[in-house]
């Protein structure tokens, strides 16, 4: 494998001979020679290359070098007379691999990112995309790094499930049934024992009930997996398909499960901020200039903690006039949401023990018999981060949640054997990772934030 232009820049001196690999982004002509900016994903810095006439390829193929092109260049690394870089590269060889004709759609001018989703296939070319996924890389390692650095254990929870984490129904099914020849029961109802796994199966909204298998026996597990939500939401928040990271903890209750929360989040804002300063500082600059000082704020401030009965109070002070009026008992929308942590706090705020009503079965329920015992991750611009909770670890009670839920407790039966064999006081949480990616690149829509998205009416790439 050949170096990279970040790797290469880090360590070369003018006088240095290199040879570099990568996409023409511009092509300037200027008489004798061309100047063309070359980048090759390594860093939103590409480095200039000043190719001279007298190369034996010039006419033939530098002068008609269009945008997209890729080549491989040799020379000599020069002080740069152009503002902004320290070195540009003397061509002494050119080879051209791949022309990229004039209908190459990213010609150098301002594209929507809606028409970039268009050709998700090649956005990744464009610096804001390419800065994406960088920090979406950087953060993911991240994610395991400050799991394994504390003793937790990665665990790979099945993708495809036959029970609802969130009981809520929105899941996409997965069948192998011919759906213009189902196999028919004597009551004509389609006969899923004949299916391929004997009974209904679905794309997983989340890893949890099995992550808590696992961590009443290693004692602290994490997930970081794709999970899928059949849910017709179009929003700028929402995918049908999006990563999420969940730890479970044993021997832990709703305080620990904040800590955690923060520590985490504190954590990562920290990594990037460390890590990603150039692609961050572009974001800062170019797609939202509030993306490092939020950051920076996420990183050094404490998170504010409120109970979600007094977070109706301040939503109900009449400061702010919402769309959606707010009553105890309420889920709570995005714009009070953003209230909270943009207006009140400005910065995040955890909202904790939630109406049992407008949460799921599995949370543990409080003394008051009303509320429960859930937390909510706040963050500026986007609302809610992180879900999580301590679990209800008494089997009878969980049970009787069940069946308020409208859950049958048969098909859960390995989950309430957790409280039947060893249970413990647990929690957990889930990130969402593209609302992560959110907050530290300032793009809008999360359909941005993930390479190939998929959401109501696409699945295009
Ligand atoms: O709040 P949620 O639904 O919680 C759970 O799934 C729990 N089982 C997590 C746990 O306790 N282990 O989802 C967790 C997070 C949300 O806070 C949000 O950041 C993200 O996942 N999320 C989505 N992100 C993108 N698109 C969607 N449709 C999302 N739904 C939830
Ligand atoms: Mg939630």
């Known amino acids: 494998m050949e170096k990279q232009i970040k790797e290469l820049l880090s360590v070369s001196k003018v006088g240095d001979v290199i040879k570099i690999n990568g996409w023409v982004r511009t092509r300037r002509d200027a008489g004798q020679f061309s100047f063309v900016q070359i980048n090759d994903g390594s860093s939103i810095d590409g480095l200039q290359v000043v190719v001279p006439g007298e190369l034996e390829n010039y006419k033939s193929e530098i002068a008609h070098l269009t945008t997209g092109s890729s080549l491989t260049v040799e020379g000599q690394l020069v002080e740069s007379l152009g503002k902004g870089q320290a070195f540009e590269l003397q061509a002494r060889k050119v080879v051209v691999h791949g022309n990229a004709p004039a209908d190459y759609p990213l010609q150098k001018k301002r594209h929507t990112f809606e028409f970039l ?13 390419g800065a994406v996924a960088r920090v979406r890389s950087s953060l993911s390692y991240a994610v395991h790094k400050f799991y ?34 189902p196999p028919k029961t004597e009551d004509q109802k389609i006969d899923y024992r004949k299916d391929f796994f004997g009974k209904p199966a679905s794309l997983t909204v989340s890893g949890q009930l099995e992550g808590e298998a696992y961590a009443l026996a290693l004692g602290r597990i994490y997930t970081f997996g794709p999970t899928f939500r059949a849910e017709n939401s179009n929003t700028p928040r929402h995918l049908a398909e999006f990563w999420m990271i969940e730890p479970e ?21 920290n990594y990037v901020l460390e890590n990603n300063r150039d692609d961050l500082e572009f974001f800062d600059k170019r797609i939202d200039n509030t993306v490092l000082s939020t950051l920076e704020n996420i990183a050094s401030e404490p998170f504010a903690r ?9 939503l109900q002070s009449g400061k702010e006039k919402f769309e959606f009026p707010t009553s105890w008992g309420c889920d709570l929308q995005t714009e009070h949401e953003r209230y909270l942590t943009e207006k009140v ?48 670890e008494n089997h009878d009670l969980l049970v009787e949640r069940m069946r308020q839920s409208g859950l049958d407790e048969k098909d859960y039966w390995w989950y309430l054997d957790l409280r039947k064999f060893g249970s413990a006081p647990h929690g957990g949480f889930g990130l969402g990772f593209e609302r992560l990616l959110l907050l530290s690149t300032g793009m809008q829509n999360i359909r941005e934030v993930i390479p190939f998205p998929r959401f109501p009416g696409s699945a295009e790439f």
């Not at 650095?149 to 011919?178: K, L, Q």
């Not at 903890?249 to 804002?269: S, T």
């Not at 409120?306 to 301040?314: K, N, V």
């Open 117 to 129: 989703r268009e050709i998700a296939h090649l956005r990744a070319r464009t610096n804001s995309l």
């Open 148 to 181: 394994t650095e504390r003793g937790f254990f990665n665990v790979h929870t099945p993708i495809i499930t036959t029970s609802d984490c969130e009981g809520a129904g929105a899941m996409f099914r997965v069948t192998t049934i011919d759906p213009e020849n």
């Open 249 to 269: 903890v044993a021997f832990c209750d709703l305080n620990g499960v904040m800590d955690l929360a923060e520590e985490f989040v504190r954590y990562l804002a």
């Open 306 to 314: 409120i109970s979600y009965t007094e977070a109706i109070e301040l």
């Open 345 to 392: 706090y400005k910065k995040p705020v955890i909202v904790y023990d939630y109406p049992k009503e407008i949460k799921a079965f599995y949370m543990k329920l409080n003394e008051d018999g009303k509320t429960v015992r859930a937390m909510d991750v706040l963050v500026p611009r986007i609302g809610e981060l992180i879900g999580g909770s301590e679990r209800e």
